[in-house]
T-cell receptor, first 113, second 114 residues
């Protein structure tokens, strides 16, 4: 199932800084790339998602950059806050067929004051 | 946004007993739901795909006789862990796609088998 790779495994960022998490996928049939935020003991919450027909999507402080030819995508969190401290998962799916969502291994983000 | 609800949020059971976990789509119909398992500090691993009105599709290595899935309606899927053992202790999470084809997840169920 490990079709989505993610790095770094953990990340420490100072408050106000930019958090960057990178992901890569193998299956070119994937056409839906969501990012999820998970707090301890909670289910993953959809943060932002992108389709491969666009190279960037921004929602508030969160931006996804997508490089279809390299099969890579990344999440940028601008002006990182302590409340952003959580585990972030990139994922991929064949959205058009309501297919299963495959998760990356996750990145534990700590935003320090 | 769309809501996927799980019940219970946590459960403790004795080894050898069975436990049922419910997953409901509260404001949309879901012909397909997905069940995941997550061990501490690990990612979510897909266990099975639950299809309304038909048999579930299990991922390789998942025991279908141990993890019984029933998708009785367009808004409800259940996962029953049969003859639970301590190694089945985990965080179980369900998911569904909405009509707008976004994938939402439930809040998870923490199962502890003692």
């Amino acid at each position: 199932q490990q079709q989505v790779k993610q790095s770094p495994q953990s990340l420490i960022v100072q408050k106000g800084g930019i958090s960057i998490i990178n992901c890569a996928y193998e299956n070119t049939a994937f056409d839906y790339f969501p990012w999820y935020q998970q707090f301890p003991g909670k289910g993953p919450a959809l943060l932002i998602a992108i389709r491969p027909d666009v190279s960037e999507k921004k929602e508030g402080r969160f931006t996804i950059s997508f490089n279809k030819s390299a099969k890579q995508f990344s999440l940028h969190i601008m002006d990182s806050q302590p409340g952003d401290s959580a585990t972030y998962f990139c994922a991929a799916s064949k959205k058009t067929s309501y297919d299963k969502v495959i998760f990356g291994p996750g990145t534990s983000l700590s935003v320090i004051p | 946004g769309a809501v996927v609800s799980q019940h219970p949020s946590w459960v403790i059971c004795k080894s050898g007993t069975s436990v049922k976990i419910e997953c409901r789509s509260l404001d949309f119909q879901a012909t397909t739901m997905f069940w995941y398992r997550q061990f501490p500090k690990q990612s979510l691993m897909l266990m099975a795909t639950s299809n309304e009105g038909s048999k579930a599709t299990y991922e390789q290595g998942v025991e279908k006789d141990k993890f019984l899935i029933n998708h009785a309606s367009l808004t409800l899927s259940t996962l029953t862990v049969t003859s639970a053992h301590p190694e089945d202790s985990s965080f179980y999470i369900c998911s569904a796609f909405t009509l707008h084809t976004e994938a939402f997840f439930g809040q998870g169920t923490r199962l502890t088998v003692v």
